[in-house]
């Protein structure tokens, strides 16, 4: 596990289109929204909300490692959240995704990593109140005559851990053995490489991935799942109640939207929206 404190300068608050002062002083890159201190928060560690997630991810989590985040949507949330409660700091953990939806981590008082609601997850982990919707993508070669009528022939990878593993064998059913990969990373290298002819994942992380590729990726389509992100709390975490209050807040306030027009339009290189949506048919 790798941890970074990052500073986080309290103090900037008024109404929900409030931003970080001009001067730098603030949530690194990240504006604030809403009232300094609004909520309550009994943190791990006195004076910090300690963030667990899983890196890289493009868009959500802006830097390669713990040491260089200073912004992404999930970072921002995070950032809006301890601006709320009043917070001076943020601890940022680097956890396996594996084990962070297994309930296997520990010292932490939100997760976050895009990380899908699903009946068997929620039997081990507690979940957030949802903050973003999401679909699967299909990440491709910029020259791949991969489609939705031939996409079941093509030889797809996926990520161990993730919704995306069960959806392809359950319901997509392709005609060649999934191959699983232990990280996006090694995933998307996969495609790249030529070992998989595609890769599926959630269509927001699928663009950053492409976006960062130079050209040679693209996300080609996508495939409506029904799924929310949320962020997990420890076991009988005394504060899911004021998060999801804060969480609840920020969407009724536009606080999410502005996330998501600041860093997963620009970041990603593309609007999850405009992506060609395929059906299994």
Not at 106 to 133: G, H, K, L, N, W
Not at 159 to 166: K, R, S, Y
Not at 177 to 183: L, T
Not at 218 to 233: D, R
Request: negative net charge; aromatic residues 6%; charged residues 20%.
């Amino acid at each position: 596990m790798t941890t970074l404190t990052v500073a986080l300068v309290a103090g900037c608050s008024g109404d929900p289109g409030s931003e970080a002062s001009a001067d730098g002083a603030g949530y690194g890159a990240c504006e604030v929204y809403g009232e300094a201190g609004s909520i309550s928060l009994d943190p791990v560690t006195d004076g910090v909300l300690t963030v667990q997630t899983t890196l890289p991810s493009p868009g959500w989590w802006k830097g390669e490692t713990p040491e260089d985040i200073d912004g992404g949507y999930e970072y921002c949330l995070a950032a809006n959240i301890a601006h709320r409660a009043g917070l001076d700091t943020a601890q940022v953990d680097n956890v396996s995704f594996d084990a962070l939806v297994a309930g296997q981590t520990q010292d932490f008082d939100m997760a976050m990593a895009q990380i899908s609601v699903t009946p068997e997850r929620e039997e081990v982990v507690t979940f957030s109140a949802p903050y973003f919707d999401s679909n699967l993508g299909v990440l491709a070669p910029a020259d791949t005559e991969v489609t939705e009528d031939n996409i079941r022939d093509q030889t797809i990878g996926v990520q161990l851990g993730t919704t995306a593993v069960d959806w392809v064998e359950q319901e997509l059913q392709p005609n060649t053995e999934v191959q699983v990969f232990p990280d996006t990373t090694a995933m998307v290298t996969a495609v790249s490489a030529g070992v998989v002819d595609v890769a599926i994942q959630d269509t927001a992380i699928m663009l950053g991935f492409a976006k960062n590729s130079g050209g040679a990726l693209e996300v080609v389509g996508q495939f409506q799942s029904g799924e929310n992100y949320a962020a997990i709390y420890p076991t009988d975490s005394g504060d899911a109640d004021a998060i999801n209050e804060a969480i609840e807040a920020m969407r009724e306030d536009g606080t999410l939207d502005k996330l998501s027009a600041s860093w997963l339009g620009p970041e990603l290189g593309g609007d999850p929206a405009e992506v060609p949506v395929w059906s299994l048919s």
